[in-house]
């Protein structure tokens, strides 16, 4: 073969490669950005739950307008399935823990890595709105 033909041939070889990787690169980023909306989904869910807690009275398994009886092992009084296949979620702030009884903080985890570490998110939770933040 001459040096024309050998140089196409490496070049090809070097494209390709930079394509396969910059592919692999954005299936990832997309794999883990669809997993973060999933979590924050579930997050979403789970502060409307809470704030059905809030406003439930006690004599009903509610909060009798305070996040108070919500504590960082209490996820079941929200959901009966703290995990599942977008990820694990957690009280990891309430009421008695926070200070105050109108804001309680829920953590999900997702399934997917970005940047090394998994994908999550808190979601603070008021009686009459709530708010999410990404971690990663």
Known sequence: MGQQQLLLIILGVIVIGIAVAV?????????????????VGDLENLAGNAEQ?????????????????????????LTNIPSNANGSYFVETAGAGSGT??????????????????????VYVYPDHDSVVTIN
């Open 101 to 122: 009884s109108s804001l309680v903080v829920i953590k999900g985890v997702g399934v997917e890595l970005f940047n090394g570490s998994p994908v999550a998110a808190h």
């Open 53 to 77: 807690f809030f406003r439930r009275p006690t004599a009903m398994g509610g909060g009798g307008n305070s996040f108070n009886l919500l504590t960082t092992s209490s996820i079941t009084l």
């Open 23 to 39: 592919g692999i690169t954005m299936f990832t980023d997309s794999a883990a950005s669809s997993n973060r909306d999933a979590v």
